[in-house]
């Protein structure tokens, strides 16, 4: 069975950090482009930041120089590091996993920039 698990998220004041874990199963998550996607209250999804097989990372202008994505591939794990956070960062965060021929959703974390 498939699974992302998505773990870290919880309430921060603005310009404090979070740091977020997607623990992967059932697929070989070393193959798979990662990413990162919120969604915020009432809005769509946003593609927020992604890391390839091959580690190479790509970030939304939003969070550029603010987030940063790795993986570990031992652990079948992928993270966000979140500083210098915003109000406008609050929001759910899905771990996204695609390969040519198959994707996967985790089942999300909220998080809350407030003061």
């Known amino acids: 069975e498939v699974q992302l698990v998505e773990s870290g998220g919880g309430l921060v004041q603005p310009g404090g950090s979070l740091r977020l874990s997607c623990a992967a199963s059932?697929?070989?998550?070393?193959?798979?482009?990662m990413s990162w996607v919120r969604q915020a209250p009432g809005k769509g999804l946003e593609w927020v930041s992604g890391i390839n097989s091959d580690g190479s990372t790509r970030y939304a202008d939003s969070v550029k120089g603010r987030f940063t994505i790795s993986r570990d591939n031992a652990k079948n794990t992928l993270y966000l590091q979140m500083n210098s956070l915003k109000p406008e960062d609050t929001a759910v965060y899905y771990c996204?996993?695609?390969?040519?021929?198959?994707?996967?959703w985790g089942q999300g974390t909220q998080v809350t920039i407030s003061s």
């Open positions: 059932g697929f070989t998550f070393s193959g798979y482009a």
């Open positions: 996204y996993a695609a390969s040519n021929w198959s994707h996967y």
